[in-house]
């Protein structure tokens, strides 16, 4: 786990958010979910509920490795942790536990300059957490994509492969973050696009939209890997 004077820091930080009321999330169709729904705090300003920071900080720090930005990556590790560690003080689960226990070793290993076991770890939280909270799928679609399951367009083009998503307090997948590729400029560009334009089974899920088009649409993490994304109306 972490050291005792950062876990202390943490849960002071969880404290706070737990103050803070319950926070919205977004629906398939851009509005807010119904507050009384949500089953966690809130762990940050944006709106977001924990479960999906936690996914979020932690596919922004695998980017941010990837960049390579080694204190972005630390800080999205902390920010990850802030949730993961709010969720735990309200609804106690083994398998955050595991995933915290993840995250102190990605952090020594990162404080060791070991960024392939950072990565490793990463990956793993990453999978865990996405099996953990994505309990459900929506009706009238194919199961959730997995992180790492390509998505191609219409005409059998890969895209690219799913980052992350966010889930809405069913633990049902509603917006799923795309990694478009051979983005000008920086090399990758990450797209929101809802559950629903994607169909197909995970052998081969197919976007209604080509890479072409994603590459004009908004980036999700703005203009740098490794800020926030910003705060859906």
């Known amino acids: 786990m972490t050291n005792a004077s950062t876990r202390s820091l943490l849960w002071a ?3 706070i958010g737990a103050l803070a009321g319950v926070s919205a999330i977004l629906d398939g169709s851009g509005r807010a979910a119904d507050p009384a729904a949500v089953a966690y705090a809130p762990a940050n300003s944006a709106g977001m509920s924990n479960q999906n920071t936690a996914l979020d900080s932690v596919a922004q720090a695998r980017m941010a490795l990837k960049h390579p930005q080694a204190r972005d990556a630390l800080e999205q590790i902390e920010r990850a942790e802030r949730a993961l560690l709010n969720i735990q003080q309200i609804h106690p689960d083994s398998r955050i536990d595991d995933a915290l226990q993840r995250l102190t ?3 020594a290993a990162l404080n060791a ?3 392939a076991t950072v990565d490793q770890q990463l990956a793993a939280v990453s999978e865990e957490l996405a099996t953990t909270f994505a309990s459900a799928t929506a009706p009238g679609t194919a199961p959730n994509p997995a992180i790492g399951d390509a998505i191609y367009d219409a005409s059998g083009h890969e895209i690219g492969p799913v980052l992350t998503f966010l889930v809405d307090p069913d633990g049902r997948v509603q917006t799923v973050i795309v990694s478009v590729g051979d983005y000008v400029g920086t090399g990758d560009k990450m797209v929101a696009v809802p559950r629903g334009d994607i169909s197909g089974d995970r052998s081969h899920l197919t976007l ?4 072409d088009q994603l590459r004009q649409a908004q980036n999700y993490w703005g203009a740098s890997v490794g800020s926030s994304p910003p705060p859906r109306q």
Do not use: L, P
């Open 13 to 15: 930080s969880v404290a």
């Open 105 to 107: 070793m990605a952090r």
């Open 113 to 115: 300059n070991d960024m």
């Open 208 to 211: 209604n939209r080509n890479k």
